[in-house]
């Protein structure tokens, strides 16, 4: 079921790759599933690790700047993974990791929707 | 149970006003059902210290109507727990929300001493015995011609007089038809002016001599301050302070053998030798506005004492005197006995945390959690601008009163309380003691109180209102600044 969840989320915005089935045999599956881990880790450290601990990371500016490390990790896992899998990169590749960036950035806004709830000092970040 | 409070003259104003600043930071007493009905006399009826005490104690009623529990009481964790109430709505179906009458007024008030006793109706014989009584004089010392709209001058033999016509007035007829058999009085005055000195008395008498048997047979306190200030010497002025020492004696000579004085169920006696300063002589009107003292403070700490006293301890007629661990100038809060700061220094060290972190911090910190729209809505003033612009008001009085106002040299005897000029750090608040810091603990620093406000802030319940929400997290915020302090000084 993950498997073609993430062809569906993938190949929605990448288009298909018919030179490359490798993308959808495996590549789109681990890493969307490695992103979704990867924010989700993120997220529960920003919301309910740091976010009950101390007031040291919790503001707007804070959350933005820790999206945007979310979407470089997108960008870097889907970029390395596919490379590591595929041994070069082309045009494709490099328009899956672009989007795997937005992915990334996009998960971790959703679970902030569901931890900001958990959290104290950012209970009310990034609304 | 109510406790009818009347505040005589300036220092009886004085005095309510340290007892607001006490019952605002939160005092909790024996009582759960107290309801303080505080009463200003004085014929001055625009006397700077009078009105500023009489807007303290709106201001008091307006916040405690916004940002308290309708179940609070005077037990409860709170800033301004206890109910304050105005005389005039004594009856608890009445709504309370209007603004707070705690002024008594004299029939005939607006007038010379002369005209107050219809001098001119009086025989020629009965003329010449007042004349003998008081100097008909029109110069600067003038008895019969004294202008009563700013007080009696320091002459309680022309108070005496006047008081004794506030038996008819309607605000003491309502007073003996409302008094119950749980109420009790207490009497604030001064010995060593004029309207204290003869309205203490007066005031006694009325009580004792009442056709309300409750009240005639009610619980009575007392203060009596004797001179604690020196006023600067002033040949046109009828105050002298060379004069207050002969007055004290002379008064206390009249109370020692008067049987309703001897009556008064706890007296309580307070002075102060070290008068070594000086006041401004202004003889009354809106200009007489003295700074706080700390002999005003201990005296309201009295009206505190009486009020925790049983049925059973007020029994047999009392006197008591304040005692102190020491007696230096400047005092200090270490030289409280220990009761005392447990009881008032405490909560007073607690409402210094919470002026300071409402007044000089929140404003700052309007990136954290508890400051947003959502939660406190600092900056849309918690949806009540005007009572949240009189609570800030209420904090900053509360610094002037406990800490320029009480440090100052004309005092004779200053008391190093709080120091409020620290910019944003709170580890110096307390004088005498400071907050420990090491290398990973800065202390009470903006950050630190913005953690504490938005830890405590969160975990309100989300059915209270945004104003008792803001209240109780500067109340828990302090209370945890007080608990990083430890023991007081």
Sequence with gaps: ?127 | MRVFIFGIGGTGSRVLRSLTMLLASGVKFNYPDLTIIPIVIDTDAHNGDTSRTRDLLRGYHTIRNHFVSKNATSQSDSFFNTQIRSFNRLDSTLSDAADLDVQFNFQNQENTFANFINHRELTEDNKDVMELFYNDSMGSHRELHLDLTVGFKGNPNIGSVVFNGLAGSQQFKNLEASFTNNDRIFIISSIFGGTGASGFPTLVKLIRNSTNENLKRCQIGAITVMPYFNVESDDKSAINSAMFDTKTKAALAFYASDTHINSVNALYYLADSAQSGTLPNVEGGKDQVNNSHVIELIAATSIVDFINKSNTELEVPQCFEFGAEGGENPFTISQFSNHTKEKCIRPLVKMAYAAKIATDLISDLSSETFYGSKELNIAGELGIPNEYKKLLKFFQEFKKWSSEEMTSKDNGRSFNSFNFDQEKNLNFLVHGKSIKTGFLNSGLTAKNIAKRLTRIEVAEPKDLSVPEKYLNTLYKTAEECVGELGQMP
Excluded at chain 1, 66 to 95: N, W
């Design chain 1, 1 to 127: 079921m993950l498997l073609s969840f993430f062809n569906f989320l993938y190949e929605l915005v990448c288009g298909t790759n018919p030179d490359s089935p490798e993308y959808g045999e495996g590549i789109f599956e681990s890493v969307g599933l490695l992103t979704l881990l990867t924010t989700l880790i993120i997220s529960l450290i920003f919301y309910v690790g740091v976010g009950r601990w101390q007031n040291i990371w919790y503001t707007k500016i804070h959350w933005l700047v820790t999206s945007l490390f979310c979407a470089v990790v997108g960008f870097g896992l889907a970029y390395s993974l596919a490379k590591h899998d595929l041994g070069s990169v082309d045009s494709y590749l490099m328009r899956f990791a672009f989007f795997n960036l937005f992915y990334a950035a996009i998960f971790f806004f959703l679970f902030s929707l569901l931890f900001k709830n958990f959290s104290i000092y950012s209970k009310r970040t990034p609304f």
